[in-house]
Nanobody
């Protein structure tokens, strides 16, 4: 029932900016955490940034100072503002949400389909 849809990916030159958005839709009772992960070809998926229901954020060291994660609780959405992009940021970016769909259920992870970010040199 829950679906995460990402948008905002694309091709950008090094030093440029992109803003990724992710909206969770469906029956959502409570969201514990939302965030972004990325995976480059031949590499393992890695955390980029997360934000909890309480507003606590966590960033990968490689993006600190360049990326900013934000949330809109009313819309169950999360954004990732990416500035000063580097070729090393090239990857498929996946939205992630840890949520439950009713008061009796447990929390579980949901994933978006991914959006490609390509940074040219």
């Amino acid at each position: 029932q829950v679906q995460l849809v990402e948008s905002g990916g694309g091709l950008v030159q090094a030093g440029g900016s992109l803003r990724l958005s992710c909206a969770a839709s469906g029956i959502i009772f409570s969201v514990n955490r939302m965030g972004w992960y990325r995976q480059a070809p031949g590499k393992q998926r890695e955390l980029v940034a997360t934000i909890t229901s309480g507003g606590s954020t966590n960033y990968a060291d490689s993006v600190k100072g360049r990326f900013t994660i934000s949330r809109d609780k009313a819309k169950n959405s999360v954004n990732l503002q990416m500035n000063s992009l580097k070729p090393e940021d090239t990857a498929v970016y996946y939205c992630n949400a840890d949520l439950r769909t009713d008061w009796r259920g447990g929390f579980r992870d949901y994933w978006g389909q991914g959006t490609q970010v390509t940074v040219s040199s």
